[in-house]
């Protein structure tokens, strides 16, 4: 009779290649947590930057934003956001949509989604901080 220590809730091929029930383990998990931890150690610098914007007509914020720190630190923040918000997503959307079919079409637009965010945000930063 085997123990309860032994006793698991994995497949053999999951306990095997190491992955959960959603094919992706405790990488997705650690990902998620080294993303918020970027997100919060950037969130000071990134709060001065845009309280330094407010009252600022368009020249003024064009010349604080043209810093290479300011649009690297603005950069980091959002590559850190995009990342953390996909996978949030695609952890809900793995937990919640049962259909396979409508899963993998969600998991496609959500990776669509970031992916257009972040070349949006990056070429606004891009943009503002060449001044053109």
């Known amino acids: 009779m085997s123990s309860p220590s032994q006793k698991s809730m994995r497949t053999p091929l999951g306990r095997v290649r190491n992955h959960g029930s959603s094919h992706s383990g405790t990488r997705d998990h650690w990902r998620q947590r080294l993303t918020a931890v970027a997100m919060l150690l ?4 990134v709060i001065f930057i845009v309280m330094s914007l407010l009252g600022r007509n368009q020249a ?3 010349q604080i934003l043209g810093s290479p720190v300011v649009a690297i630190t603005l950069l980091l923040f959002i590559i850190a956001s995009v990342v953390h ?3 949030g997503m695609q952890i809900v959307i793995e937990d919640y949509v049962h ?3 409508l899963k993998l079409v969600s998991i496609m637009g959500n990776n669509f989604f970031s992916a257009v ?5 990056a070429y606004a930063i891009f943009k503002l901080s060449s001044g053109v």
Request: no cysteine; charged share 20%; hydrophobic share 60%.
């Open 42 to 45: 950037l969130l000071i610098p």
């Open 60 to 62: 003024g914020a064009a």
């Open 85 to 87: 918000m996909r996978i």
């Open 99 to 101: 259909d396979e079919k």
């Open 117 to 121: 965010i972040a070349l949006a945000s």
